[in-house]
T-cell receptor, first 113, second 115 residues
Framework: DQQVKQNSPSLSVQEGRISILNCDYT??????FLWYKKYPAEGPTFLIS?????DKNEDGRFTVFLNKSAKHLSLHIVPSQPGDSAVYFC????????????FGEGTQLTVNP | ETGVTQSPTHLIKTRGQQVTLRCSSQ?????VSWYQQALGQGPQFIFQ???????GRGNFPPRFSGLQFPNYSSELNVNALELDDSALYLC??????????????FGPGTRLTVL
């Protein structure tokens, strides 16, 4: 039962263009959503998050959009930079679950110079 | 401020053996969560420890067990290792709060290979 799904295993974009990473979830109890970035040989690092009471959160080049009716969220990176190349994980949490995170499978983003 | 550290970095074991992985939480954090990341998959929640007690468990068998110590560091023990236990094991620490999501900070992981 995959409650968080990232349907694109990989994404390749040109430097300076927009990267859009997508994520779908099925559990209506999720009320907090996060994106993590992971480089090889390192643990995931927190990137940006959004509460279910919002539909958009922006932090510099990174914006997360949440569509609760569609149970869909997306991460926009603009402009994309070669240093953004990494695996991006979407994760979700339900408040009463004690902050345990349910992760998607990840999307490998490659930004070409 | 010291981040989350894990030891060892890599480990090779054979089927049926037992393994102990260790995690030191970030300074000021009182909660530790463990995740298993199989190749090509996202991390999967194993369990969480808060104030030295298990505080939630994922869909993992009892041969996966843990401990949290008074200094909030933690151990993950796996008995009777199986080939499918080969994975990256991630530890995440956080500060348990009542009213908001508790941001989790991950360590670099321990790569376990079971032969």
């Amino acid at each position: 039962d995959q409650q968080v799904k990232q349907n694109s295993p990989s994404l390749s974009v040109q430097e300076g263009r927009i990267s859009i990473l997508n994520c779908d979830y099925t559990n209506s109890m999720f009320d907090y959503f996060l994106w993590y970035k992971k480089y090889p040989a390192e643990g995931p690092t927190f990137l940006i998050s959004i509460s279910s009471i919002k539909d958009k959160n922006e932090d510099g080049r990174f914006t997360v959009f949440l569509n609760k009716s569609a149970k869909h969220l997306s991460l926009h990176i603009v402009p994309s930079q070669p240093g953004d190349s990494a695996v991006y994980f979407c994760a979700a949490s339900a408040k009463r679950s004690g902050s345990r995170l349910t992760f998607g499978e990840g999307t490998q983003l490659t930004v070409n110079p | 401020e010291t981040g989350v550290t894990q030891s060892p970095t890599h480990l090779i074991k054979t089927r049926g053996q037992q393994v102990t992985l260790r995690c030191s939480s970030q300074s000021g954090h009182n909660t530790v969560s463990w995740y298993q990341q199989a190749l090509g998959q996202g991390p999967q929640f194993i369990f969480q420890y808060y104030r030295e007690e298990e505080n939630g468990r994922g869909n993992f068998p009892p041969r996966f067990s843990g401990l949290q110590f008074p200094n909030y560091s933690s151990e993950l023990n796996v008995n009777a290792l199986e080939l499918d236990d080969s994975a990256l094991y991630l530890c995440a620490s956080s500060l348990m709060a009542q009213s908001s999501y508790n941001e989790q900070f991950f360590g670099p992981g321990t790569r376990l290979t079971v032969l």
